[in-house]
C-alpha cells in the first residue's frame, strides 16, 4: 500500500465500497427489491461457483511461489487455534446455554475472509492483494470448517462424523477452486483464452452480488436478545482475535502487505456461511444472525483503527 494512502483515503477508497454496498443491499432488502428467496439463491450461486471462479482466476494468473507465504499462513493457523482453545475455556464460564456454546465460538473466529476480506484487500491492493488474500484464504477455510463443524456438533449434543467433515472440505468448491488456480499456476499450465475469459467474467460477479446479499440478509430486529452470548462473540472477533493474530505476526517481523493482508482477513466480520451452518444442524440460528449484523457493523471502526495503527508501523 502506497505511503501516501493515509487514513481518509482508506476509510473512502477501501471501507467505503464495501459498506456502500452492504447498506444498498439492505436498503433493497426493505424495499422489498431483494427478498429473501433471491438472496438465498445468489448466495448459492457466489459461494459455488462464482467465489470458487474468482479465487481460479486470480490464483491461476499469479505466482503462488512469490504469494504462498508460509510464515504468514502459519501465523493465522496458529492463532485461530490458540484462540478456538481459549474460547471453549471461556464460553465454559460466561455462556450459560450450553446449545449457545458452539455459536459463540464460531462467531468469535470464523471471518468472512471470502467476500469482506477479499474486497478489503482488493481495494487496497489491487490484484496482488486479491491473489494474496486468496492464497492465504485457502489454508484458513479448511480450518475454519473443520473447527466449526465439530464445535456445533459437540455443544448439540450430536457426535461429529469426521468422515463427512472430510468430505465437505475435500468437496468445498472454494477448496477446490483455490487448489485448481494453485496447481495452473505451480506447473505453468496455459489455459485455452475461452476458459481464462469465461472465468473471469464469471468472478466479475462475485463481490458486488456477495456484498448486496450480505447487507439484505442483515437482520438487527434481534439485538437486544442473547446480549452476554453476542458481546463475547463479538468482542473477541472485533478486538482480541485481530490483534492476537497482529501481535504474533510482528513477534516473527512480518511488515508490509502481508502484515496488513493478515489484519484485513482477521477483522472481517463474522462469515454469513456460519449462519447456514448453525441453522443446519438446528442451533441457536437468531444468535447466529445477531452475531453476524453486530459484527459487520462493529468491524468497520475497529478496522479503521487497526489500519492508523498498523500503517504507523510499516
Known amino acids: 500500500m502506497s505511503n501516501q494512502l493515509d ?50 482466476s486470480t490464483i491461476s494468473s499469479s505466482s503462488v511461489n512469490q504469494l504462498a507465504n508460509l510464515t504468514v499462513i502459519s501465523i493465522g493457523l496458529l492463532s485461530t487455534l490458540i484462540i478456538f482453545a481459549s474460547l471453549l475455556v471461556i464460553a465454559h464460564f460466561l455462556i450459560k446455554n450450553k446449545e449457545d456454546k458452539g455459536v459463540v465460538i464460531q462467531g468469535a473466529f470464523r471471518s468472512n475472509m471470502g467476500i469482506i476480506g477479499l474486497a478489503y484487500c482488493a481495494n487496497a491492493y489491487g490484484p496482488e492483494g486479491l491473489a494474496y488474500g486468496s492464497v492465504y484464504m485457502g489454508a484458513l477455510t479448511i480450518l475454519y470448517n473443520v473447527l466449526s463443524v465439530t ?7 450430536k457426535t461429529a462424523s469426521y468422515l463427512k467433515i472430510a468430505k465437505d472440505v475435500v468437496t468445498n468448491p472454494i477448496i477446490l477452486g483455490i487448489c485448481a488456480g494453485i496447481s495452473v ?34 437482520r438487527f430486529s434481534t439485538m437486544k436478545q ?26 516473527f517481523d512480518v511488515d508490509g502487505m502481508p502484515l496488513m493482508v493478515l489484519f484485513l482477513m482477521a477483522i472481517s466480520p463474522t462469515a454469513a456461511a456460519s449462519y447456514v451452518m448453525v441453522r443446519k444442524i438446528g442451533g441457536n440460528h ?22 492508523v495503527v498498523i500503517q504507523s508501523y510499516i
Open 7 to 56: 487514513f481518509i483515503t482508506f476509510a473512502i477508497e477501501v471501507i467505503g465500497p464495501v459498506i456502500i454496498l452492504i447498506a444498498f443491499g439492505y436498503v433493497l432488502n426493505k424495499l422489498g427489491k431483494l427478498d429473501d428467496s433471491f438472496v438465498e439463491k445468489a448466495s448459492i450461486l457466489v459461494f459455488n461457483f462464482a467465489l470458487p471462479a474468482l479465487l481460479f
Open 151 to 157: 464445535v456445533l456438533n459437540i455443544y448439540q449434543n
Open 185 to 218: 499456476s505451480y506447473f505453468n499450465i496455459r489455459l485455452p483464452l475461452i476458459v481464462v475469459n469465461s472465468a473471469d467474467y464469471f468472478a466479475q460477479l462475485t463481490l458486488p452480488l456477495a456484498l448486496l446479499c450480505t447487507g439484505a440478509a442483515l
Open 226 to 251: 442473547n446480549l452476554t452470548a453476542s458481546v463475547v462473540s463479538i468482542g473477541v472477533k472485533c478486538c482480541i482475535y485481530p490483534l492476537f493474530i497482529i501481535a504474533i505476526a510482528v513477534w
Open 286 to 307: 437468531e444468535l447466529a444472525a445477531q452475531i453476524i449484523a453486530i459484527s459487520t457493523v462493529m468491524s468497520v471502526p475497529f478496522t479503521l483503527l487497526g489500519f
